[in-house]
């Protein structure tokens, strides 16, 4: 569970990381991918958020809050099948967004 390495090239050449995806969705394409979770995949999820250290720069994070949850969970504690899923979803909203 890699969220820093290039998992898609866009048409202009430039890499992205899921990081990086995470960072250029918009509001309304967040909503979407949290309501696939949520209605295809059923994984409750209410946010995920791409947090960087601002005092250690290039230290990077998803945080996930699953509905009902007191705190967020780190990326990295999701079972492989959670984070591939959600992954997933994260891209292709991406990819049909950006058409």
Known sequence: MNITSTII??????SLSLYDICRLLSKRQWK????????EEEINIERI????????RGIKHLFIRFKDAKEDTPFYLLSEEIFSKMAECIVEEFRTGSK
């Open 9 to 14: 090239t866009t048409a202009d050449g430039k």
């Open 49 to 56: 958020e791409a947090y960087e250290y601002s005092e250690a």
């Open 32 to 39: 979407h991918v949290l309501e696939q979770l949520q209605e």
